[in-house]
């Protein structure tokens, strides 16, 4: 993975689905323990993840290759690795969950996809959902405008940096 990693949030069905968006290769990456419980409405989904990808592994899915442990935040505010797949991963795995929201998830997900790809076509719809995301969040109008500002400023120097042979990690 790179450094160009871009938590998100998201929401289906009153759960939130804790995902992270790769801008290089343009993909999801989503919580997978964050996925079952939403699946199942179980409490105990870690466990249920755990003994579903034990049977995977014996029935000879190749399911399990796929993670890849990502830092993502945790209910406690601490970042935690956790199992994540990605979109096609996760329609996968959709498959093997017995649930009557499998299909509305699958109908979720290419939601997702669908705004991203509309992003990349015209990126003033990315700028009004991170607007619009942050006025959810409770922030006012003139906050929001700083940040926005502060991002090009950001952006604006690290160009200079690039330009004078500084390296980012």
Do not use: C
């Not at 009557?100 to 990126?123: C, M, N, Q, T, Y």
């Amino acid at each position: 993975m790179n450094n160009k990693l871009e938590t998100i949030s998201n929401l289906f069905d009153g759960n939130e689905i804790r995902s992270i968006w790769n801008s290089e290769e343009e993909e999801y990456y989503f919580s997978v323990v964050d996925v079952i419980g939403a699946l199942t409405e179980s409490d105990r989904a870690r466990k249920y993840w755990n003994d579903l990808k034990r049977k995977l592994k014996e029935e000879g899915s190749q399911l399990h290759e796929n993670i890849v442990q990502l830092k993502m935040k945790a209910r406690d505010g601490k970042y935690r690795k956790t199992d994540t797949l990605d979109t096609k991963g996760i329609l996968r795995l959709i498959e093997s969950v017995p649930s009557p929201k499998a299909e509305p998830f699958k109908v979720w997900l290419a939601g997702l996809g669908s705004e991203r790809i509309d992003e990349v076509f015209d990126p003033e719809k990315a700028i009004n959902r991170a607007v619009n995301y942050y006025r959810h969040k409770g922030y006012s109008d003139e906050w929001i405008k700083k940040r926005l500002a502060s991002i090009v400023d950001r952006f604006k120097l690290t160009d200079i940096w690039k330009d004078g042979g500084t390296q980012s990690r």
